[in-house]
């Protein structure tokens, strides 16, 4: 989309056609109406396609007429994380630093007075922009340029929040490294102090979260998050107040649209992994920000469960477990790895595909699958391990 065709869109009869072909293939539209002076039809099936994938990620504020552009859709926060998160943040000023599509700024102005909303492309803010004003969203403020410039020149103490979601590349390559990110919240970390009592990164799901108080020293609190089963983002959350000598609380976020969040934090106490002596009826694998945030062990003693291996994220019982957070399988069976009496084993029972899991096991899944020659299905899932004693070890479980 540029300019001219943003300009188009706004027009009534843009958006009838937007809503008469949304369910038109945009490749189709395109040949359809292409040559039409009067109507940007490239730009229409853009539009297309991008609410076909809002109606998934933003399934409240899609029903409204807002327009997209297909990269800022992809990197935008989903609503189900937006909102989660700005539950968690409450004042009177706070900046979005990072602007993009808006989805995150139009949730935190519900929790602030007033939120300033920066973003460097012109373009996209004024995308943002306009889908603030058909959202009723009035205390949004929109600053086109460099964040880090608009925020040096607010004085001191403006903000309650300050929220970043940078752009994590290195010389065109993804980088998850926070000194490599843009804006680089390690060199601003004084300044974000300086106009802000709080700031809150987000994070990638890769970042490796064991040293981050050395790089920002007012971290108080790191919370990893996920949608759906999958770790989407870590927040590190920031203050002026935070106590030099505590360690940094770590927590956890399982987010569901329509369901209360599954949450645990590691002040609930960190005990020791009980070990089965070997699996029962039931496999359980927390959720992938449990795992994240290395808080297993808390979840297993929340719900009464013990650890197949010490050093796997695999846990057992022989009851059901309702409302666990992860994915949960009933055991059929378990036999020792050995690679000659497991082909053996798939043999006899006529297993010539599976869904193949693994964790602290020799072979990736790859490898097994073709070393045994194993089609993917759903019908059968096998979880390679090692048991409590270190040997090798293969669950066959059903989905429950």
Sequence with gaps: MNREEFQQLQAPGARELIERHVAMDPADFVMRFRGRADMPARAIAEQIACRRKARKKLPELSK??????????EQASGEVAASFKAGLLSGGRMMDM????????FFFARRFREVVYCERDELLASVAGRNFRELGRSNIVTRIGDSVGELAEWPDDSFDWIYLDPA????EKRSVALEASSPDVVALHDLLLAKSRNFCVKASPLLETGALR?????????MTVSVDGECKEVLLFCGRGTPRGLPVVIRAACLQAGREPFLVSDDEGDGNAILAGEPGEYLYEPDPAIIKARLTRVVAARFGLRFISPSVDYLTASRRVGEFPGRSFRIAETVVYKPKTFRKFLDVRGIGGASIQRRDFPLSPEEIRRKFRLKESDETYLFFTRDAAGALLCVRCSKR
């Design 168 to 171: 994590r590349r290195e010389r």
């Design 64 to 73: 409204h007429n807002l327009l997209y552009t297909k990269l800022a859709l």
């Design 98 to 105: 990072s602007g993009g599509l808006g989805i995150d700024a």
């Design 214 to 222: 050395e790089k920002l020293p007012s971290l108080s609190e790191v």
